[in-house]
């Protein structure tokens, strides 16, 4: 084949292709629910975006190991990408949801940045306040939480 007809043949299958897309482009917009269909689209990712990251009911998993390597994978991915605030609240689920959180704690006090791990205790305090109470009861896991922290965290409650 030729470059005279290889241009005509790839000529051809191009103006089929476009023929094709703009039929059924035509068909689509004739439809009588398509406005609405398109609203309804254009609608969709504005409130996907405005909700945030979703805080986990711990007390409805039923597979929490499964859930906190989930959490783990798509907090870690999040870090990867910058995105701080959302990988802070995959880590709080992972740890609300760990039954020994002594072990997940240490290692992601030694593995994050300090505002990161600080973040994170607000967090936890934040959407899981009674779960807190038994971290900072624990003697272990009261040593992660530093001083400094738990100010912060009482500062940040008080106002």
């Known amino acids: 084949m030729n ?8 000529t051809v299958f191009c103006g089929a292709f476009l023929v094709i897309c703009l039929y059924f482009d035509k068909h689509r917009h004739e439809d009588p629910h398509f406005r609405k269909k398109l609203k309804v689209k254009r609608r969709k990712p504005l409130t996907n975006n405005e909700k945030g990251p979703e805080i986990l009911n711990v007390d409805e998993i ?15 991915t999040f870090m990867t990408a910058g995105d701080y605030q959302n990988a802070v609240v995959h880590f709080a689920n992972a740890i609300a949801c760990c ?9 992601l006090k030694r593995s994050l940045p300090h505002e990161v791990y600080v973040n994170l ?21 009261s040593t992660l939480l530093d001083n400094k922290i738990t100010e912060l965290c009482i500062r940040n409650k008080n106002s």
Do not use: C, H, R, W
């Open 121 to 141: 205790v607000e967090t936890l305090e934040k959407g899981f306040g009674d779960q807190m109470v038994k971290l900072q009861n624990n003697a272990e896991i």
């Open 99 to 107: 039954v020994d959180p002594y072990n997940l704690l240490s290692a």
């Open 3 to 10: 470059g005279v007809q290889f241009f005509f043949a790839s």
């Open 62 to 76: 039923q597979d929490k190991e499964a859930v906190i390597l989930k959490e783990i994978q798509s907090a870690e």
